[in-house]
């Protein structure tokens, strides 16, 4: 375990990456999943809640941060005619899915089942960026995600006892973001379709 107040670099981090990400949004050169990242928004903020009821301490509030920068990012992708990407029927579905876990959390007494379907709808609400970031790694940016990776460590280890309510949603998330910058550096799914290739073979012929 590191000091708690590790936390608070965290919080800065968090504050890094996302102004990263707003900016590149604002520029028209990210685009943004409104389906994902409004979702998250909601969840971020109602974990937060949780936890602060739970009492987990410091923690909660890189997890306010989960809540608080998706907002900013679902508005700023207002502010620019391509800062925001076009919803699909797979993304509808995965809010549709998304929305009933958080409905089901809501309306169960077990705590333990409450925050399996509360960090299962969030992982699901991922899906969208996911596949996105598969499809077309070039409209996303990567150092959100590695941030909030990072933060998310930091905050595990900041924990003075590893209880389920503590650990299940930051660690769930940060391997869902550590994929989504894994996948967006590598340019994964271009490569893997061969697209890369193409792109390269034609710049040096």
Known sequence: MINPRFVYLAVVLSIVGAWGYVRDTLRGATSPNRVTWSLWGVEGVLSFV???????????????MLGLVPCVVVLSSFRHPLGVWKIG???????????????????????????ISFVAADQVAALPTIRKS??????????????????????????????????LFPGC??????????????????????????????LTA
């Open 50 to 64: 949780l936890e602060v009821q739970q009492h987990i301490g410091l923690a909660s509030l890189m997890t306010l």
């Open 89 to 115: 029927g797979f993304d509808a579905v995965c809010g549709v899915i998304s929305v009933a876990g958080l409905l089901f959390w809501a309306s169960i007494n077990q705590p333990t089942v409450a925050l």
């Open 134 to 167: 598969w499809i077309a790694p070039t409209t996303e940016s990567s150092r959100v995600f590695f941030m909030v990776s990072l933060n998310c460590a930091i905050t595990l280890f900041t924990l003075k006892t590893f209880t389920t309510a503590g650990v």
């Open 173 to 202: 998330i940060l391997v869902a973001d550590l994929i989504l910058g894994l996948l967006i550096v590598s340019n994964a799914g271009p490569r893997f379709r061969g697209e890369y290739m193409s792109s390269s073979a034609s």
